[in-house]
């Protein structure tokens, strides 16, 4: 089976600190995503990536940037991170196209105080 | 009007009872269909494609209408563990790398 590793499961941060959410992923997987999930909001696409160092901007990239300098990484950078960041991060991944469906990893749920 | 609907539920069903979802989606060019299963504080895992013709997999049976524009899930004989949200996902033609979620309707199975 697909895993997909975040490196966290939960993470506490100040605000205006740089945060790093970092995700692997062992199967090759060319399309990478960054989602973040809200009651009442459902799941929101942060960013995505369909190769190494690509990135296409989803629904709501303000305030957050990525890296993809390896094809099974994919990190989600909150350059200074706000309180209404706070919120459960999920990363998937799958192989080629959306048909295939999406495997995620097990979340990390952030809170910026 | 969102561009995939789901009623949130709960739907509150006995264990054994059959129970039955909609989702309903506003782009008729929309090309294909997921159901998603989440657990409480968990990721959301792949339950089933949705095909033109209809799938089905054990207990779980998708369907597709494309003229009313919805998909359904259909769970028979309700295990304690089918207790989860269901979600949702229509990929639009165009762009079958981006999907659209819906919001997910909670089941809980009582025993």
């Known amino acids: 089976d697909v895993k997909v590793t975040q490196s966290s499961r939960y993470l506490v941060k100040r605000t205006g600190e740089k945060v790093f959410l970092e995700c692997v992923q062992d199967?090759?997987?060319?399309?990478m995503f960054w989602y973040r999930q809200d009651p009442g909001l459902g799941l929101r696409l942060i960013y995505f990536?369909?190769?190494?160092?690509?990135?296409e901007k989803g629904d709501i990239p303000e305030g957050y940037s990525v890296s993809r300098e390896k094809k099974e990484r994919f990190s989600l950078i909150l350059e200074s991170a706000s309180t209404n960041q706070t919120s459960m991060y999920l990363c998937?991944?799958?192989?080629?196209?959306?048909?295939?469906?999406?495997?995620f990893g097990s979340g990390t749920r952030l809170t910026v105080v | 009007r969102k561009e995939v609907e789901q009623d949130p539920g709960p739907f509150n069903v006995p264990e054994g009872a059959t129970v039955a979802f909609n989702c309903t989606y506003s782009n008729s060019a929309s090309q294909s269909f997921f159901w998603y299963r989440q657990d409480c504080r968990k990721e959301p895992k792949l339950l089933m494609s949705?095909?033109?013709?209809?799938n089905e997999d054990g207990r779980f049976t998708a369907q597709l209408n494309r003229a009313s524009q919805y998909i359904s899930l259909l769970i028979r004989d309700s295990k304690l563990s089918d207790s989860a949200t269901y979600l949702c996902?229509?990929?639009?033609?165009?762009?079958?790398?981006?999907?659209?979620w819906g919001l997910g309707t909670s089941l809980a199975v009582n025993p």
């Open positions: 949705v095909y033109s013709s209809g």
């Open positions: 996902v229509v990929v639009n033609a165009g762009n079958n790398r981006k999907l659209i």
């Open positions: 990536s369909y190769d190494v160092k690509m990135k």
């Open positions: 199967m090759d997987h060319e399309n």
């Open positions: 998937a991944s799958s192989l080629g196209t959306a048909y295939y469906g999406y495997t």
